[in-house]
């Protein structure tokens, strides 16, 4: 079946640093892929997404690249800021209405 | 513009009590899902809803329950409550063809003891 394989947290970073969290995925056909941000205290909300191949969706300085030679999907921001502290889900969906999520991954960002 | 709306916020439940978790939306969205959070594990699928009087079991329905007898409302019902119960459970709401694009509720944190 589909799954998600994020990064182990949780993350920790000074403000201003760069930013990668890895997600990879397994899917038995041609997935889009999703990242999510959960602020503290908060639901999920969509950070960005890509549907197809060499996509690459990007949303408030973060951006990610839909691979699908290395079936992978990782999140980078250039600079992070002490407003990115937050946990970060990767997750797909195989055109069902229905979203496989990774494990998540807690990030916190030390002025 | 309330978007989707989870009642209680948090809640202690005795085992073997049972309790409903509300979910309300006013997107006029068709979906609907309901998930459970448990730490490290990401989120897990309950149940989910396509439509008013349609609902299917996701990956972990066992001990659940929902109906869906309109398009706003999509309960989630607890009838034996268990420890393994213990969780924090996201409703969420979307519309055909926006491509996935789930809009979450801020949560109910449960826990049975």
């Known amino acids: 079946g589909d799954s998600v394989t994020q990064m182990e947290g949780p993350v920790t970073l000074s403000e201003e640093a760069f930013l990668t969290i890895n997600c990879t995925y397994t899917?038995?056909?041609?997935?889009?892929l999703f990242w999510y941000v959960q602020y503290p205290g908060e639901g999920l909300q969509l950070l960005l997404k890509a549907t197809k191949a060499d996509d690459k969706g990007s949303n408030k300085g973060f951006e990610a690249t839909y691979r699908k030679e290395t079936t992978s999907f990782h999140l980078e921001k250039g600079s992070v800021q002490v407003s990115d502290s937050a946990v970060y889900f990767c997750a797909l969906s195989e055109g069902n209405e229905k979203l496989t999520f990774g494990t998540g991954t807690r990030l916190t960002i030390i002025p | 513009n309330a978007g989707v709306t989870q009642t209680p916020k948090f809640r202690i439940l005795k085992i073997g009590q049972s309790m409903t978790l509300q979910c309300a939306q006013d997107m006029n969205h068709n979906y609907m899902y309901w998930y459970r959070q448990d730490p490290g594990m990401g989120l897990k699928l309950i149940y989910y809803?396509?439509?008013?009087?349609?609902?299917d079991k996701g990956e972990v329905p066992n001990g659940y329950n929902v109906s869906r007898s309109t398009t706003e409302d999509f309960p989630l019902r607890l009838e034996l409550a268990a420890p393994s119960q213990t969780s924090v459970y996201f409703c969420?709401?979307?519309?055909?063809?926006?491509?996935?694009?789930?809009?979450f509720g801020n949560g109910t944190r449960l826990t049975v003891t």
């Open positions: 809803s396509v439509g008013a009087g349609i609902t």
């Open positions: 969420a709401s979307s519309y055909p063809g926006q491509g996935q694009i789930l809009h």
């Open positions: 899917a038995t056909g041609y997935p889009s």
